[in-house]
T-cell receptor, first 114, second 113 residues
């Protein structure tokens, strides 16, 4: 069955430090991959997506992610974290054969300390 | 502005009552989805619909029902059969073609009192 694993439930980084959030997926075909961000009590906002082509994708708010097929990973990175980045981050796999539905990881809560 | 509107933002229900959550989109998207979010579990798919008058169960459909009479609307009813309905519910929509992403509403927090 398709699944997405985000091994870190919580991550705390200092403002200005670099960030990497991990995501591993289990899916037989070439995946469509997404990172979403959620502020408390709000909906989800798309940060970036990978469908094909260049394995390093750029997103909004200075985020980027790299698709590594050999490792079944799609890790999210940011070189310098801002306090406003504190939120919950979700990795997801899109399943076109099921009406484009998304399978989500459990999420990683990012805390930023000043 | 185009988007997805969920209402109400907060909803309280007594045990044994059915309650309906509204989701409307003006993005002209074919597909719509309902997700349930619980702390530490991510989002789990309840139901989804690819076209009008058609919908499929997701991973946790028991105790829920939906309808898709109009392209713009996909209401979710939480029935009294749902044993633990207190959660945050998110509606989403997308175009059902390649290379598209889902857009989400702001969510409805349902609390059983």
């Amino acid at each position: 069955a398709q699944s997405v694993t985000q091994p870190d439930i919580h991550i705390t980084v200092s403002e200005g430090a670099s960030l990497e959030l991990r995501c591993n997926y289990s899916y037989g075909a070439t995946p469509y991959l997404f990172w979403y961000v959620q502020s408390p009590g709000q909906g989800l906002q798309l940060l970036l997506k990978y469908f094909s082509g260049d394995t390093l994708v750029q997103g909004i708010k200075g985020f980027e992610a790299e698709f590594k097929r050999s490792q079944s990973s799609f890790n999210l990175r940011k070189p310098s974290v801002h306090w406003s980045d504190a939120a919950e981050y979700f990795c997801a796999v899109g399943l076109m054969e099921y009406g484009n539905k998304l399978v989500f990881g459990a999420g990683t809560i990012l805390r930023v300390k000043s | 502005d185009g988007g997805i509107t969920q209402s109400p933002k907060y909803l309280f229900r007594k045990e044994g009552q059915n309650v309906t959550l509204s989701c409307e989109q003006n993005l002209n998207h074919d597909a719509m989805y309902w997700y349930r979010q619980d702390p530490g579990q991510g989002l789990r798919l309840i139901y989804y619909s690819q076209i009008v008058n058609d919908f499929q169960k997701g991973d946790i459909a028991e105790g829920y029902s939906v309808s898709r009479e109009k392209k713009e609307s996909f209401p979710l009813t939480v029935t009294s059969a749902q044993k633990n309905p207190t959660a945050f519910y998110l509606c989403a929509s997308s175009i059902t073609v390649l290379n598209t992403e889902a857009f989400f509403g702001q969510g409805t927090r349902l609390t059983v009192v």
